[in-house]
């Protein structure tokens, strides 16, 4: 949909890509909690779990393999040999048929690290899963992330900005602490960025600190450092498909899919902000009626409307949440009906609990709009990650030695 600011002088495309349409429900998250973006501790008891689906009447015998990348996701200098502790491939052997659904599918599964792959350097890595007699055949592509603790990252996030005072921005201050000798120096040996909630398109990457001390470092009062507030992620439910759920004006079967059609959404510019409790656009797959829902949630298309009154001309809307990402542009896109003088959109998506916002990109950008649909409100809770990468003076890859995670408070 809209490309990422850190890859703006990339040459590999290394970006989440679902290739075969008929893999779904792709989600990377940590064990613990998966609500978490997939970021987790090297040599920790923690690991991320890799869950898909593919919709075939068919069991597909797959495989994955990974590459370790630079701060920029471009493939590092590093063997293979070098970051992992095994062979770069490996089958998925867990996997389960749908049960009860009227879409077929197979539901796989599978940890990383684990017995046959572990990881020996902090970084980030592409996950690529093709099929296992054809290894160009590439079904879809993902990125997580191995951190290596060496600094403490501490985040302030604050509405009262060099853009606005508590109106339409959010403002980030950012501290690092280490210990003495571990940064020879930090204005040229490290990089931080930022992401905000499940979004891609605005990354920013800082290149030098504001200032640096004995065992500190600072990033403030920078541009790249200020967000646009947003507002919070609509929400719906399609838990239930045989009564009516959360943001769900009717639930149809017209074979072979049930149809679930959303509320019309219209925007929320001139609206009062409103707090809701939302998982800063992570969606959970979820059958209230079933016993396992990686294999008894059936698949549901989804109609989302946005009623604008009409065409909104110098761009175009697209929907943004975790469940989006790897999705061709055409497919998150909202297309505009003039009969109805509304934005539509259909997809085929898993029984659930989804959150969504809509994004405005103008003609010939990259960066998505949260203000021009859904409003810019300071108030909004805004989940931000921050990574800490350090290359020392003759590296050879970057390492992440930080994470932080900060949330703007209502």
Known sequence: MCAMALLAQATDDTRVRIIDGNVRSLKV????????????????????????????????????????????????????????????????????????????????????????????????????????????????????????????VLTEVTANTDEDYKDAHQQLTINLNYRQGTIADPYSELKTVIFQNTRIDNAVVLRRPTTAGIGTVTYEHKP?????????????????????????????????????????????????????????????VRNAEGDDSFIDADYVVTHFTLNTGGPIDGGNIFLEGEFTHGLPANTTMMKYDATTGCYVNDLLLKQGAYNYQYLWVPNGEGIGMTGVIDGDKYQTVNQYLVLVYHRPSGGRYDQLIGYGIARSIN
């Open 224 to 284: 790249e450092l200020i967000f646009e507030a947003g507002n919070e992620y609509r929400r719906f439910e399609t838990v239930n498909i045989h009564s009516i759920n959360m943001g769900v004006a009717a639930i149809d079967y017209v074979q072979p899919f049930y149809h679930a059609t959303l509320y019309a959404d219209v925007p929320r510019v001139n609206e009062q902000y409103l707090y809701d409790q939302t998982q800063r656009g992570r969606y959970i």
């Open 29 to 152: 998250v940590p064990a613990s909690n998966m609500y978490l973006p997939p970021v987790i501790v090297l040599g920790s008891d923690d690991y991320l779990v890799v869950n898909f689906d593919y919709i075939d009447y068919d069991y597909h015998y797959l495989r994955y393999s990974l590459q370790h990348c630079d701060a920029q996701w471009q493939p590092s200098q590093l063997l293979e040999s070098e970051y992992l502790d095994g062979f770069n491939y490996a089958d998925i052997d867990d996997y389960r048929q749908s049960e009860g659904t009227f879409t077929h599918y197979y539901n796989y599964s599978f940890a990383l690290p684990n017995e046959d792959m572990r990881f020996t350097k902090s970084g980030n890595y592409v996950l690529r899963v093709f099929e296992q007699d054809d290894p160009d055949k590439v079904l879809f592509q993902t990125r997580f992330i191995v951190c290596e603790p060496k600094v403490t």
